[in-house]
C-alpha cells in the first residue's frame, strides 16, 4: 500500500485532534505504520488546529509536504480554505459548513468569507468535494460534537478499501460510552452523505 496522507484542520474545541487521532488509529488497526504530528493555535478554544496524518507500510516523518495531501478534512471553512495548497490535485476536499469566525476577524473590518468562496478556489485544484451542513446534521441527532464523526464517515465512505468496522471500532474505543450511539449514528449519516460524489 503506497502512503496516504491526511490533513485535518479546524478550530479549537471541534474535536480535530480527536478525529486526527482516529485516522491514525484507523491506520495501525489496519497493520500499517501510522504518524501523526499536530499544531496547537494560540487558544485552547478558537485557535487555529492542524494535525498531518500519514498511513503506510512504513511512516518515516509524519508531516506532509505541500500539494501531497490525498484528503484534507477541514472542520471550519475558513480553515479548510487556508491549508488548501496542502491538496494534492485530484484529492479529496471534505468540507463543513461550520463558519467561526475568529476574535480577529470580528474586531476588524474584514469580510469573512463564503463557503462558496473556498469551494471555487478549491475546484481549482479538484472536483473531488464534499461539502456537508456538519453541525446542522450534528444538531438534529441531538449532540452537536458529533460533527466530527459524521466528516469522518464520509472520509471512510471515499476510502472503499478500508472496511468500515475499523473505523467504527475505533470512534466506539475513543468516545464516551455515553455517546457511542449517537457517534455511530453519525459515523453512517457522514458514510451516505461521503458517497455523493
Known amino acids: 500500500m503506497s502512503m496516504t496522507n491526511f490533513l485535518v484542520t479546524g478550530v479549537g474545541g471541534q474535536g480535530t485532534l480527536l478525529a486526527a487521532d482516529i485516522i491514525a488509529q484507523v ?21 487555529v488546529v492542524v494535525s498531518h496524518v500519514r498511513w503506510g507500510e512504513k511512516v518515516h516523518s509524519p508531516l506532509i509536504a505541500l500539494g501531497t495531501a490525498d484528503f484534507l478534512i477541514g472542520q471550519e471553512v475558513v480553515e479548510g480554505g487556508r491549508f488548501l495548497h496542502y491538496l494534492k ?18 474586531l476588524s473590518k474584514m469580510e469573512y468569507p463564503p463557503a462558496q468562496k473556498v469551494i471555487d ?8 468535494i464534499i461539502f456537508i451542513a456538519a453541525p446542522k446534521l450534528a444538531e438534529e441527532l441531538g449532540n452537536r460534537r458529533v460533527a466530527n ?16 468496522k475499523f473505523w ?10 455515553k455517546a457511542v450511539e449517537v457517534n455511530r449514528k453519525a459515523f453512517e449519516l457522514g458514510r451516505k452523505m461521503g458517497q455523493e460524489i
Open 27 to 47: 491506520g495501525l488497526a489496519q497493520g500499517l505504520d501510522a504518524k501523526k504530528s499536530e499544531v496547537h493555535g494560540m487558544a485552547q478554544r478558537g485557535g
Open 89 to 106: 490535485p485530484g484529492g479529496v476536499l471534505l468540507l463543513s459548513s461550520e463558519t467561526l469566525p475568529p476574535p480577529s476577524l470580528t
Open 121 to 128: 478556489a478549491a475546484r481549482q485544484i479538484t472536483d473531488r
Open 149 to 164: 464523526t459524521i466528516l469522518l464517515g464520509a472520509l471512510s465512505a471515499q476510502m472503499p478499501d478500508v472496511d468500515p
Open 168 to 177: 467504527l471500532d475505533v470512534i466506539v474505543r475513543r468516545v464516551p460510552q
